[in-house]
T-cell receptor, first 114, second 116 residues
Framework: AQKVTQAQTEISVVEKEDVTLDCVYETRDTTYYLFWYKQPPSGELVFLIRRNSFDEQNEISGRYSWNFQKSTSSFNFTITASQVVDSAVYVCALKETSGSRLTFGEGTQLTVNP | DTEVTQTPKHLVMGMTNKKSLKCEQHMGHRAMYWYKQKAKKPPELMFVYSYEKLSINESVPSRFSPECPNSSLLNLHLHALQPEDSALYLC???????????????FGNGTRLTVT
């Protein structure tokens, strides 16, 4: 069965620090999709990125970057030069093509202090 | 601003009340979802509608009754809820046919429900 583990429950950094959020997944499928969402205090889950299992290229979008490593079943998310507005819960999720469920991790609460 | 709109933002109801949560999207998505999220926990899937037909019901108690009047609207009718049903209820939509493909889900802001 699929599983997503975000071992870091809470992370607290000072503004301008870089921070990496870990995501480790388990799946038996060879084709699957990984997602990161941001959930600010307002509640909605904001889609950040989708990654296919057959595309291991890392991706950078502004201050955000993602490191997908199939060999270690990890899909880590780095925020460079963090800002107070980055404070939120970040959730990693997995969707298998063989199944019908989007599996969420428990989320990591990131607090960026001024 | 989110492209999935949920109303109301907050709802307090008694255990004998009947209320409805509403969700609307105008992105042309054909799959719509209801999730329930308790504090500090990931969202839990409740229902999935695909092309306006209920495709997944995650064994949700009958006091929750979903309805999809058209491709843009999704309702969740609530009746005789329990205090443990208090949670954030999230609506989402996606382009694809339910969970068959890899389109990301777009979520609304949610309705914070308190059952007294």
């Amino acid at each position: 069965a699929q599983k997503v583990t975000q071992a870091q429950t809470e992370i607290s950094v000072v503004e301008k620090e870089d921070v990496t959020l870990d995501c480790v997944y388990e799946t038996r499928d060879t084709t699957y999709y990984l997602f990161w969402y941001k959930q600010p205090p307002s509640g909605e889950l904001v889609f950040l990125i989708r990654r296919n299992s057959f595309d291991e290229q890392n991706e950078i979008s502004g201050r955000y970057s993602w490191n997908f490593q199939k060999s270690t079943s990890s899909f880590n998310f780095t925020i460079t030069a963090s800002q107070v507005v980055d404070s939120a819960v970040y959730v990693c999720a997995l969707k298998e093509t063989s199944g019908s469920r989007l599996t969420f991790g428990e989320g990591t609460q990131l607090t960026v202090n001024p | 601003d989110t492209e999935v709109t949920q109303t109301p933002k907050h709802l307090v109801m008694g255990m004998t009340n009947k209320k409805s949560l509403k969700c609307e999207q105008h992105m042309g998505h054909r799959a719509m979802y209801w999730y329930k999220q308790k504090a500090k926990k990931p969202p839990e899937l409740m229902f999935v509608y695909s092309y306006e037909k209920l495709s997944i019901n995650e064994s949700v108690p009958s006091r929750f009754s979903p309805e999809c009047p058209n491709s843009s609207l999704l309702n969740l009718h609530l009746h005789a809820l329990q205090p443990e049903d208090s949670a954030l209820y999230l609506c989402a939509s996606s382009q694809d046919r339910g969970y068959s493909y890899n389109s990301p889900l777009h979520f609304g802001n949610g309705t914070r429900l308190t059952v007294t």
